[in-house]
Each structure stands twice: as structure tokens, then as C-alpha cells.
């Protein structure tokens, strides 16, 4: 059996069957997530028995087979599954305070295949399970703060196995949720139940266009799934229900969808919610034709939202160098 397959309880019930006191297993969790080891012959403060029995009973499946350093500081680690598919993650580091958040897959592949995004290019191919979720953060060295599900996939497509995952995040791993994000193209009803099930994790809305006829030039399937005004009205409920500030993700492609205009429509949108408009300028990829927004472009953009009084940031990307920026992830063997 996987190990992390194993919530704490299941291996409490395990100890009991070995006629262990259930305090073993929380040394176990403990390893893998305050002592960054998935290495069960090195928890040293187990019996050398109960070592012995974790070895040969559990496994720990998945495994970084590549990693890519940028100068950025960020690395792109590529995982192998334990049925041969390969996801990847990125890892990065603060500046600023230090911090390292890992942006983490859900899926193999997606289903979605935004026109700006290389990820979904194949298709999906499966969901990862709740168990290969967890392991890409436990794969992290050093720990992370930060945990955003922005990586391969649409985590609301995945919904039963990433909310089990935060979950465990939470009570297993330590990890808090207000630091804690999950991005999403936004699927009805789901939006909602994720303020229900976790209203402390971090909401991020992949928009990346301010009209229902631009979002399905761009994003076609994902404008199917949802209109921008149901979008909006379950964003809202969101926001009620738990009280955060929402945010807005806004991929800037050049002459596509970053006009005054267009900042103004977005204005538009979003201006009754409480919220962060992230704009990130577009990241090549080999599927598309697409360039950056100029920076003077990204300059009006952002002074007509600002001046239109909504708090606006420009997304300093990581990862660009070695192809793991946003929209770039696509498990490059």
C-alpha cells in the first residue's frame, strides 16, 4: 500500500494491530511532514521492528526523477508516477522573506486546453489520487509555506481527492490553509463547495478574459462549463461565505485581450467583489502563436483598473527559464 493512501487514523489501526500504543503512528507523520523523510528505515525514534514492518508493508510511490534549477531560484521537479505517468511542480523561493511555496498537479494532463496553456495540449489522462497529491509536498525540500494548486489539471475537476488532500494538508502535514491556494477556471456548484468544505483556503480565479465571447475564443471549453455571470454569482456567494478577498488571475497577451477596453469591461465584471486583480504577463509556449502584452500595454492596463479603484498587482513569474511559469507545466519527460 501507498503510505500517504493511509490517513492517520488507518494508521493508528495498523499500530493497534501490532499491539502498538497509536502514538507510533503519529511519529510516522511526523517524519514525512516535520521531518521531510518518506524513508521509513530512517525513522530512528521507531522500534527497529515496527521499522522493519513499515518497509515491508508500505510504499512510497511517487518519485522526482528530474529537477531543473533556474536562476530565478525556483526548480521544476518532474514526478513519476508509480503507473509511468509523469506530472510536474514547481518549487519556489522568496525574495523577499525567504518562503518557499510549491505550486503542485492534480491531474495528468487536462481536459480544458486553454489556447494559452500547454498543459492540456494531450487531453486528460486521469486524476491523480489523494495520496499523489500529497506527495509532491512531501517530496519538497526545504518545506513549504505555501501550497498553491496551480500546477497540471483543474483542481475542481479532481474535487473529492483535492479536497481530501487540503485535509490532510491541514491536520497531517501542519500546513495552514489561509496559505493554502487553489486556482480554478471556476465549475458550477464546486466554487461554492470549496467556501463550504474550506472556507480559510485561498480562492484564485483563472478569468483571463472579460466577456463571455473573448473567455470562449480563449478558453472555449471553459466558457461552456460556466457564463461569466454565473461565474460571478458563485464567486460572490464564495466571498460571502467565508469573507476573503478574492483573486482574479488575468494572463496579458499582446493584442488579444489587454486594451483599455478590455480593462474597463474587466473593471466592469469583478467591481462589486472584493478583490485582488492579478495580472500575469503571458508566458510563451510552443502550441500558440500568442505574445506578451508590451509593457506599455501592461502599464495602461494596470493604471486604468487603478484608477478605476480596484487594487491591481503584476505577477513577477517563476519558473520561466526552465519552462515551469504559468501555463508552461506540461511534464516534459
Not at 492540456?120 to 518545506?143: D, F, H, Y
Amino acid at each position: 500500500m501507498e503510505l500517504l493512501s493511509q490517513t492517520r487514523q488507518d494508521l493508528h489501526e495498523w499500530m493497534q494491530l501490532l499491539g502498538e500504543p497509536t502514538y507510533r503512528a503519529d511519529q510516522v507523520i511526523d517524519w514525512i511532514w516535520q521531518k521531510n523523510t518518506t524513508d521509513t528505515s530512517k525513522m530512528s525514534d521507531l522500534p527497529a521492528e515496527i521499522r522493519r514492518q513499515l518497509s515491508s508493508e508500505f510504499y512510497f510511490g511517487p518519485s522526482v526523477i528530474k529537477v531543473d534549477k533556474a536562476k530565478d531560484r525556483s526548480k521544476k521537479m518532474l514526478v513519476r508516477l508509480l503507473d509511468g505517468n509523469v506530472v510536474e511542480m514547481l518549487l519556489m523561493k522568496s525574495r523577499s522573506d525567504g518562503h518557499a511555496t510549491v505550486c503542485i498537479s492534480t491531474q495528468v494532463g487536462c481536459a480544458f486546453a486553454c489556447t494559452f496553456c500547454e498543459s492540456g495540449k494531450k487531453g486528460l489522462k486521469r486524476n491523480l489520487s489523494t495520496a499523489e497529491i500529497l506527495a509532491q509536498v512531501a517530496l519538497c525540500r526545504p518545506r513549504p509555506r505555501n501550497i498553491v494548486f496551480m500546477g497540471i489539471g483543474e483542481p475542481l475537476a479532481n474535487w473529492v481527492a483535492v479536497s481530501q488532500a487540503i485535509t490532510r494538508l491541514e491536520e497531517e502535514g501542519g500546513f495552514s490553509p489561509r496559505h493554502m491556494t487553489l486556482s480554478t477556471i471556476g465549475l458550477p456548484n464546486l466554487v461554492v463547495e470549496l467556501a463550504q468544505q474550506h472556507p480559510r483556503v485561498n480562492l484564485a480565479i483563472s478569468l483571463h478574459a472579460p466577456t463571455d465571447s473573448l473567455r470562449q475564443e480563449i478558453m472555449p471549453k471553459a466558457a461552456s462549463m460556466m457564463n461569466l455571470k454565473e461565474l460571478m454569482l458563485d464567486v460572490k456567494r464564495h466571498q460571502r461565505i467565508t469573507g476573503n478577498r478574492e483573486t482574479f488571475e488575468y494572463i496579458m497577451i499582446g493584442g488579444v485581450n489587454d486594451s483599455v477596453e478590455h480593462a474597463q469591461q474587466l473593471s466592469e465584471l469583478v467591481f462589486n467583489i472584493p478583490s485582488l486583480i492579478n495580472l500575469i504577463p503571458f508566458n510563451p509556449v510552443s502550441s500558440t502563436d500568442y505574445v506578451p502584452s508590451s509593457p506599455p500595454a501592461i502599464r495602461h492596463f494596470l493604471k486604468t483598473l487603478r484608477d478605476l479603484g480596484h487594487s491591481v498587482t503584476v505577477r513577477r513569474s517563476q519558473g520561466g527559464q526552465k519552462h515551469g511559469a504559468c501555463g508552461q507545466l506540461k511534464a516534459r519527460r
